[in-house]
């Protein structure tokens, strides 16, 4: 059985960091393209990075760019995003997702986890 389960979340003041986990069980990771996504109260979720699955080429939302870095390590299974210079518009339930490809629509992507709750708040 395919499971991708997120960690890391939590309260953190503006300006602060946190770094997301996304462990993989039932399938090596790493054969497959890795996005994050987010969902803020009252909106559509949203992609904010994504890691192919060969070349580990990344991509990123305009609206972190410069702040958060995707990354993975095969040996653990295991996706992660770095967030630095955390603004309160941060704020959301973060989801992992696998699929085949880097695209930004959701159905693209046949795994979820269950997500993680990043909460930016002085």
């Known amino acids: 059985q395919l499971q991708l389960v997120e960690s890391g979340g939590g309260l953190v003041q503006p300006g602060g960091s946190l770094r997301l986990s996304c462990a993989a069980s039932?399938?090596?990771?790493?054969?497959?393209?890795i996005a994050w996504f987010r969902q803020a109260p009252g909106k559509e979720r949203e992609g904010v990075s994504c890691i192919r699955s060969r070349g580990g080429i990344t991509t990123y939302a305009d609206s972190v760019k410069g702040r958060f870095t995707i990354s993975r390590d095969n040996a653990k299974n295991t996706v992660y995003l770095q967030m630095l210079s955390l603004k309160p518009e941060d704020t959301a339930i973060y989801f992992c997702?696998?699929?085949?490809?880097?695209?930004?629509?959701?159905?693209?992507?046949?795994?979820w986890g269950q997500g993680t709750q990043v909460t930016v708040s002085s």
């Open positions: 039932g399938f090596t990771l790493g054969s497959y393209a």
């Open positions: 997702a696998a699929g085949p490809l880097c695209t930004v629509r959701e159905f693209d992507f046949g795994s």
